[in-house]
């Protein structure tokens, strides 16, 4: 299972969508056959995580909507919230996205997993910045950036990236004259 996970990651990031979604249905059908629930549950997050890449939001909604997250590692669980609230925010259901990635942030802290608390942390800082939170976004983003750096991950010049524009675009005050 870890095998074809690790496979459709590898074809996810070289943009074979379909050769991704092809690996974790046997990553799925494998852990099923072996009784092994939470990596079927992994490969069904990792799933609509390749819908949401490609943009069908509706499929990934349906895939992460037929999990039963209760046999989930939490990181795996974690994962999943982080990803209903990503869809929420595409769909600009604000109130929900945040919500949804608050659960998720309290949820993969005590995972401990860097990875995907780290997009969690983006995830949520994009929400709290479209939610005109600036002050909620940079901390978060500011987390986010830290745990990349202390982690070595490559996400780290994406989160400085989003710092500078969210930096750019705040509003300034002028002294009085």
């Excluded at 299972?1 to 991704?20: F, H, I, N, P, Y």
């Excluded at 059908?29 to 819908?51: F, T």
């Excluded at 259901?93 to 945040?98: E, G, P, V, Y």
């Excluded at 987390?143 to 994406?158: D, N, S």
């Amino acid at each position: 299972v870890t095998a074809l996970r690790g496979q459709a990651w590898c074809a996810r990031e070289s943009g074979e969508a379909d050769q991704a979604l092809d690996a974790l249905q046997r990553a799925r059908e494998v852990a099923a056959a072996a009784g092994l629930e939470g990596a079927g549950l992994q490969a069904a997050v990792d799933e609509a995580q390749v819908w949401i890449s490609r943009g069908d939001l509706d499929r990934a909604q349906q895939r992460l909507g037929d999990l039963d997250l209760r046999a989930a590692l939490p990181a795996t669980a974690g994962e999943a919230l982080s990803l209903r609230a990503h869809i929420a925010a595409r769909q600009r259901h604000w109130a929900r996205a945040d919500e949804l990635a608050s659960r998720a942030l309290v949820v993969l802290r005590a995972a401990g997993q860097p990875r995907p608390l780290g997009a969690a942390l983006y995830a949520a800082g994009q929400i709290a910045g479209a939610l005109g939170d600036g002050a909620r976004a940079g901390a978060l983003l500011g987390e986010a950036l830290g745990m990349a750096v202390r982690a070595g991950l490559p996400e780290q010049a994406m989160i400085r990236a989003t710092l500078d524009r969210m930096t750019q675009r705040a509003p300034t005050t002028k002294d009085p004259p």
